[in-house]
């Protein structure tokens, strides 16, 4: 069972390491999500057939309306830009159709399932759900790349000892070399080492990625609950 653990630091090329450390990592992560989404865009405006016919471009003015509305979707469960913040089960389902919504072909059709435990510290969830848009868009781009049909799975538990585990799978395509994963795992990395955390990607059966995060040491409430969904997405 091919297993990388990715706690280590890694070399970055020359002058990048230098640029990282004077950026704060909000601003980058908000700047490769944007990235990401106009990628789409521009995919989705250049290979639409018969983009100079009237009915046509109504078609595609509606299909980049909605990726636009996808965007801020994400942008609102990840820092609630425009909105007041919700709880965070219903932020980390929010987050995870959006990113499927927008990253997916109009062909395809992703199924997901959100399961999570509340009785997190506000900090703790807001690193949650960082790490949690990028590992459910690698799953969609890399895992699901021209495949009509998927699965993605998010776990959110607390371990025996108290610590923080997010687990996100899909079983599209795998990879022997998760590096090939590129800047959203980097994040992913550079996330869970700030808390003292581990990262480990297990790429047999199916693509599973696992964050660890040492305890909070925080009391968590007397009953713990854990809500769970499942949906089909269909761009």
Request: charged residues 25%.
């Amino acid at each position: 069972m091919p297993t990388s653990y990715l706690a280590e630091e890694k070399a970055a090329p020359d002058g990048l390491s230098s640029r990282r450390n004077v950026e704060p990592i909000e601003f980058r992560q908000l700047r490769h999500q944007t990235k990401n989404a106009l990628q789409r865009i521009l995919i989705h405006v250049l290979e639409a057939p018969g983009v100079s016919e009237n009915l046509e471009n109504q078609r595609l003015a509606h299909e980049v309306a909605r990726r636009i509305e996808l965007a801020a979707a994400i942008s609102d469960a990840l820092f609630g830009f425009t909105r007041g913040l919700e709880p965070l089960f219903v932020r980390l389902q929010s987050l995870a159709e959006s990113v499927i919504a927008l990253y997916t072909d109009t062909t395809q059709i992703i199924r997901l399932d959100v399961t999570a435990m509340d009785g997190w510290s506000p900090e703790r969830e807001e690193t949650i759900l960082r790490i949690a848009y990028e590992l459910v868009g690698n799953a969609v781009k890399h895992g699901m790349h021209m495949r009509l049909l998927g699965r993605i799975s998010v776990w959110l538990f607390r371990a025996a000892g108290g610590s923080t585990v997010l687990s996100v799978a899909n079983d599209g395509w795998q990879t022997e070399n998760p590096t090939r994963f590129g800047e959203g795992l980097e994040l992913v990395e550079e996330l869970a080492r700030a808390e003292g955390g581990i990262v480990k990607v297990t790429t047999y059966p199916q693509t599973v990625v696992e964050v660890r995060l040492p305890d909070e040491k925080i009391r968590p409430p007397e009953r713990s609950r854990v809500a769970r969904t499942e949906i089909e997405i269909e761009p």
